[in-house]
C-alpha cells in the first residue's frame, strides 16, 4: 500500500501480527480479562471464567475499572490540554477500548504523537485497527514493561526523546514485582526523558479496604500468570522520586481532579497521580517518596 505522507498509518511489520491460533486460549490473561471486566468481546472462556468469579467475590470490579480509564483519560486531556504535551508513552495499553490515549491526546493536540507498548499477542494483533484514522505518528511496541531499553529503543522511531514526553503507566506497575525491580524500570524511562516531561501512573493500593483487596489480589495470583503486588500508598508515591507532582498529589483516583459525580464516586482502589520533571535528574534508589497531600 502507498502510505503516502502518512507513513504512521500502521508501523507493525506484517508479519509481527500473530493468528489467533497461535494463542493458548486455555490460559487467561490479565489484558484479555480486563476487556471482559469493560464489556469487550476480545477474550476467552478462560478469560471469562477468572472475571466472573472475581466478580462474584467483589461486585464492583467492573465499575471500578472504568474508573481507571475514567483517570486515563483524565489525566490525558490535562497533559495535552493544560501541560502542553505532545508526545506520549503508554505502557501497558491493554486492549483497545472506549477514549484510548491517542483519541484523547490528538482531540486536544491533533499533531500528537503516541507510541503504545503491550505484550499481549490479542493487543498486537489490534494494532492495525488502533492506528487507522489518526492525525499524528501512532506507533505500537511490541515489549514487555520489563524492557525498558528496548521500549526507549523502539519508541525512538515515533518520538523525539529531546522534546518533553508523557509516561503513562496505567494499572501496570502492580503486575511488576519487587524481585523485577519496578523502581529502576520507572527510573530508567524517567531518566531517558528531558526536563518538562511528565509520569503519570496508578497502581491498585494494599491499604484502601485492605481485607478485601488482599483477597481480590491472592484470587488473582491463583488464577493467573500474571502475579499482582499491590503497595501503599507510600510505596506508589516513590515511583515518583524527586519529580515534582501536580496537585491534588498522589491521592485515590476519584479524586484526581473528577470530572463528574460519577468519577468521584467510583469505587476503585488505586492510588494514583502526575509528576513533572522539572530538572535532568533521575530517581535516586534511596530517595523519599513524593510528597503526599493529606487523604480527604
Known amino acids: 500500500m502507498d502510505r503516502g505522507d502518512k507513513w504512521w498509518v500502521s508501523v507493525v511489520p506484517d508479519d509481527a501480527v500473530p493468528e489467533r491460533r497461535d494463542l493458548d486460549t486455555g490460559i487467561p490473561h490479565i489484558a484479555r480479562v480486563y476487556d471482559y471486566w469493560l464489556g469487550g468481546k476480545d477474550n476467552f472462556a478462560a478469560d ?24 486515563l483519560g483524565r489525566a490525558v486531556r490535562y497533559l495535552a490540554g493544560e501541560a502542553g504535551i505532545t508526545q506520549f508513552l503508554d505502557i501497558g495499553t491493554g486492549i483497545p477500548a472506549a477514549n484510548n490515549t491517542h483519541e484523547v491526546a490528538q482531540a486536544l493536540a491533533p499533531d500528537a504523537r503516541v507510541v503504545y507498548v503491550d505484550n499481549d499477542p490479542i493487543v498486537l494483533a489490534h494494532a ?7 492525525s499524528a505518528p501512532t506507533a505500537y511496541v511490541d515489549a514487555d514493561a520489563r524492557e525498558p531499553e528496548k521500549i526507549l529503543a523502539e519508541a525512538a522511531r515515533t518520538l523525539d526523546f529531546s522534546k518533553p514526553v508523557a509516561v503513562l503507566l496505567i494499572s501496570l506497575l502492580h503486575l511488576i514485582p519487587d524481585a523485577d525491580q519496578p523502581r529502576r524500570i520507572v527510573e530508567t524511562l524517567v531518566s531517558a526523558v528531558p526536563p518538562g516531561s511528565y509520569l503519570a501512573l496508578t497502581h491498585m493500593a494494599s491499604d484502601l479496604m485492605p481485607e478485601r483487596t488482599a483477597d ?20 506508589v508515591a516513590r515511583f515518583f522520586g524527586d519529580l515534582d507532582i501536580v496537585p491534588p498529589g498522589v491521592v485515590r483516583l476519584p479524586e484526581w481532579r473528577p470530572a463528574s459525580p460519577d468519577d468521584t464516586a467510583n469505587p476503585v482502589p488505586q492510588w494514583g497521580g502526575i509528576g513533572r520533571k522539572s530538572l535532568s535528574r533521575t530517581i535516586p534508589p534511596d530517595s523519599p517518596p513524593a510528597t503526599l497531600l493529606p487523604v480527604t
Open 48 to 71: 471469562r471464567k477468572v472475571g466472573d468469579e472475581t466478580i462474584a467475590a467483589w461486585p464492583i470490579i467492573p465499575e471500578g475499572v472504568r474508573g481507571v480509564r475514567a483517570f
Open 216 to 235: 481480590i489480589r491472592d484470587r488473582l495470583n491463583r488464577a493467573l500468570p500474571e502475579q499482582h503486588t499491590f503497595r501503599t500508598r507510600e510505596q
Open 128 to 134: 492495525r485497527a488502533l492506528l487507522v484514522g489518526v
